[in-house]
């Protein structure tokens, strides 16, 4: 979801992400699922891969967490963020409820 063909991929978000979807953002501001859809593409935003630290739990037989850190470019500054998502396995698969980016400083 953080590559740029599936995160702005309409019918893809709206498959991967749960009616009920809710987002605690990196910047502290809260994102719906509706919020989320209507997100437009930023050239000037740059995601740096591979995810470091990523580590996939399962919680139960149908509920995973991921947790992994980010690190996205805005403009010329890098911006870190240690992430941890949700998801439910239903019918039609793998469903995200719950995004949340918390910021950090990277060690030096």
Same mark, same amino acid.
């Given at each position: 979801?953080?590559?740029?063909?599936?995160?702005?991929?309409?019918?893809?978000?709206?498959?991967?992400?749960?009616?009920?979807? $809710?987002?605690?953002?990196? /910047?502290?501001?809260? *994102?719906?699922? +509706?919020?989320?859809? @209507?997100?437009?593409?930023?050239?000037?935003?740059?995601?740096?891969?591979?995810?470091?630290?990523?580590?996939?739990?399962?919680?139960?037989?149908?509920?995973? $967490?991921?947790?992994?850190? /980010?690190?996205?470019? *805005?403009?010329? +500054?890098?911006?870190? @963020?240690?992430?941890?998502?949700?998801?439910?396995?239903?019918?039609?698969?793998?469903?995200?409820?719950?995004?949340?980016?918390?910021?950090?400083?990277?060690?030096?």
């Amino acid at each position: 979801m953080w590559r740029a063909d599936t995160r702005f991929d309409r019918a893809f978000m709206e498959r991967a992400l749960a009616a009920d979807f $809710q987002e605690f953002g990196r /910047s502290g501001r809260t *994102y719906t699922r +509706a919020q989320t859809l @209507a997100i437009a593409p930023e050239d000037s935003i740059k995601t740096m891969f591979p995810l470091p630290n990523l580590v996939i739990r399962l919680l139960a037989p149908d509920v995973a $967490q991921l947790t992994y850190d /980010s690190q996205v470019e *805005y403009d010329g +500054a890098v911006e870190h @963020a240690h992430r941890s998502s949700i998801w439910t396995r239903g019918v039609d698969g793998w469903q995200l409820r719950f995004h949340q980016g918390t910021p950090f400083l990277p060690a030096t």
